[in-house]
């Protein structure tokens, strides 16, 4: 496995390969990224995983400074994982100019659900995910279902610009608890992380109201609220809406997800579950 940190290597190395699979991370590498990683293994002869934490899809008082940089430990577990590549590359290789002047602007999707709270968040991620793209080349790229919202935006900005490569969705990996794994459950405390498996909970409860034939989803998206808030959680949103679109849920619609963003104390959880309305 090689650790490339520079864009020319990397390029060198990609000349001499065909078949490319890419998983796109933040570092700080747990089993829903190396569920990923297998994914990615399937796909293609050649594994590379990127890991830079990227300012631009971080807003003010965001986790950006102590967001946990373990790129000794990440590569282990990526060794292990049979992966060809990591590529790490630092600010300064990814941002020569500070001021990135070119930005990818994704469409008015990115101002609702987490982007109502995130401001600019999405054209942070569309941004670093293009030029990681163009960088890496791959064939194929893995994103997790988790970032439900990301995924949707990375497949609309893939397909309206023509990109050549294949978005693969992977499911959510869970803590047997039913918790999704993500970097920041680590910043729980004790009994927060006992508490925090509840978001997945309500979610679960909308879907089975729905699923027994109640299509009421405003007042789904209400009593999950209700729940989650007698219990100490400050919610951003719950909401039932259409897969793939992401619009908000009508009478009629097939493919639907409930999703939703709360904050236990300082850490902000995120989940969703896929459904077909009964
Ligand atoms: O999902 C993430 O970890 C990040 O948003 C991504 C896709 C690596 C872009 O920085």
């Not at 986790?63 to 430990?73: A, G, I």
């Not at 054209?123 to 194929?140: C, E, H, M, S, Y």
Request: net charge neutral; hydrophobic share 40%.
């Amino acid at each position: 496995m090689k650790i490339i940190h520079t864009i020319q290597e990397l390029r060198e190395w990609r000349k001499t390969v065909s078949n490319v699979a890419f998983v796109p991370t933040m570092g700080n590498l747990h089993e829903g990224h190396l569920a990923l990683v297998k994914r990615a293994k399937q796909e293609a002869q050649y594994v590379v995983v990127s890991i830079f934490v990227n300012r631009l899809q971080f807003g003010q008082g965001e986790d950006f400074d102590k967001y946990p940089r373990t790129l000794e430990q990440d590569a282990v577990k990526l060794r292990d994982a049979e992966v060809a590549v990591i590529f790490a590359p630092d600010e300064r290789e990814l941002y020569p100019n500070v001021a990135q002047n070119y930005q990818v602007e994704p469409p008015h999707l990115q101002n609702e659900l987490c982007g109502a709270f995130r401001p600019n968040h999405f054209r942070g991620v569309a941004t670093v995910v293009t030029k990681l793209f163009n960088i890496v080349q791959p064939d194929v790229a893995c994103f997790g279902k988790k970032d439900y919202q990301q995924l949707t935006i990375i497949q609309g900005m893939v397909a309206d610009l023509n990109s050549p490569i294949r978005i693969i969705p992977v499911d959510t990996g869970r803590a047997a608890d039913g918790l999704a794994l993500s970097s920041r459950n680590q910043y729980l405390s004790e009994a927060e992380r006992t508490e925090a498996p509840r978001l997945y909970r309500v979610l679960r409860d909308m879907v089975a109201k729905v699923a027994s034939g109640n299509h009421d989803y405003v007042a789904h998206e209400r009593a999950a609220r209700q729940e989650l808030e007698t219990h100490g959680w400050v919610v951003d949103y719950v909401e039932i809406r259409e897969q793939g679109s992401l619009k908000v849920a009508r009478l009629g619609d097939k493919q639907l997800v409930a999703l939703a963003a709360a904050r236990l104390g300082g850490t902000r959880l995120i989940d969703n579950i896929e459904f077909d309305a009964a």
